[in-house]
């Protein structure tokens, strides 16, 4: 198999760029860019603008305006689809064109893809060229939500922390609000318009009564476009008074219960508007594993965890945290009972612990925001 050139890779980074455009418009769906040029010159570019609209092969080719593509090349940041979903296979959209050399900057993990429209595309003489540098890397990490969902069925999870210099989420009173500053708030609100689910456990929900919606600055969010809010409530707590239930109707709830939860208490939640899902298993991070195979099912690709510790403890013991993303204020809390940011079992010893296989930090506001990844799909 050939190997990109460096005309290829600078085409195929700009794919990538493409890509991210597409960012909380295509929810479950993938982020994906491409770029139709011959001799050098572009002759159309596109991506994945809207869940259920056309993919980004197909737009790349309409912007070319009807022009002769016979050996042209299509570079893609992510392996063309070759069967028929919302929209009609990439593949006879390249094959019709009559691009001549397709070159792709990562695979598709999914069982329906994976490899097959490659191969629809080589048996019909066109000429496939698979990134193996950097840009393979940068191409996957736009796409770890689709990734793990297309291989384990579950959703990727974001675990988003306010914490204080001495390593506190709340005072020994229990207040939060607010640790970090606006501009960082209004991160966490971009981070939200972009996933799929929002999840919390059912002490925040009670202490703090939030809606959990998206609301970034300058970017309006429909209800349509609204992440689904989770709650975890082992024993269906939640009041159906509550801001949550009270906008069930608007922007979707699910309230994840245990089997010990009140037949009346979860009745009244679904008859407000709420759907309930019990999840199962001996201990918390047993439920965690239930519930989140249950939300996969439905279709949930992406969540962002916001707490509180208990519940995030629960998510790092049963190995379902992909990501930390971590604002540190510029602030002391101190108190012997003030409240830590994990919960939970934990480890024993440091060499048991769990340790990010990226880390990078950045300036917002006051704040330092510091992420890390723990897991690569």
């Not at 939970?344 to 930090?361: N, P, T, Y």
Request: net charge negative.
């Amino acid at each position: 198999m050939a190997s990109a050139t460096d005309t290829d890779r600078v085409h195929l980074r700009r794919a990538i760029e493409l890509a991210e455009r597409g960012r909380g418009r295509v929810r479950s769906n993938p982020l994906v860019g491409a770029v139709v040029a011959r001799d050098g010159e572009v002759l159309g570019e596109g991506w994945h603008e809207r869940f259920g609209g056309p993919h980004a092969e197909v737009n790349a080719i309409a912007a070319c305006a009807g022009g002769d593509l016979t050996g042209a090349t299509l570079y893609v940041s992510l392996e063309p689809c070759c069967h028929e979903g919302k929209t009609p296979p990439c593949t006879d959209a390249i094959l019709q064109a009559g691009i001549g050399r397709v070159v792709i900057a990562s695979d598709d993990p999914t069982e329906k893809a994976s490899g097959r429209g490659l191969g629809i595309l080589r048996d019909e003489g066109v000429e496939i060229v698979i990134a193996d540098d950097g840009l393979e890397g940068m191409a996957r990490m736009l796409n770890q939500p689709f990734r793990k969902h297309a291989r384990t069925g579950r959703p990727w999870v974001l675990l988003k922390l306010a914490m204080s210099l001495d390593g506190k989420v709340a005072t020994q009173a229990g207040d939060s609000q607010w640790i970090s500053g606006e501009e960082s708030r209004m991160r966490a609100h971009r981070w939200r318009a972009d996933l799929d689910a929002v999840i919390v456990g059912v002490g925040t929900a009670m202490a703090d009564d939030p809606e959990l919606t998206a609301r970034p600055e300058g970017a309006p969010v429909t209800s349509e476009q609204q992440p689904r809010r989770v709650v975890f409530d082992s024993l269906a707590r939640l009041s159906t008074t509550s801001r949550l239930v009270a906008s069930a109707g608007e922007v979707p709830l699910t309230v994840v219960v245990s089997r010990a939860a009140a037949r009346a208490d979860t009745d009244a939640l679904q008859a407000a508007g709420a759907q309930v899902l019990v999840a199962t298993g001996e201990n918390e991070p047993a439920r965690v594993c239930s519930a989140v195979d249950q939300l996969g099912a439905m279709g949930i690709t992406s969540a962002l965890l916001e707490g509180g510790p208990r519940l995030a403890g629960a998510f790092l013991d049963a190995g379902e945290i992909d990501e930390v993303r971590l604002f540190l204020a510029p602030i002391l809390l101190g108190g012997r009972t003030a409240r830590d940011p994990l919960e939970g079992q934990g480890v024993e010893l440091i060499a048991d612990a769990q340790r990010a296989l990226s880390f990078d930090w950045e300036r917002v506001g006051d704040d330092l925001l510091i992420s890390a990844r723990l897991r690569e799909w």
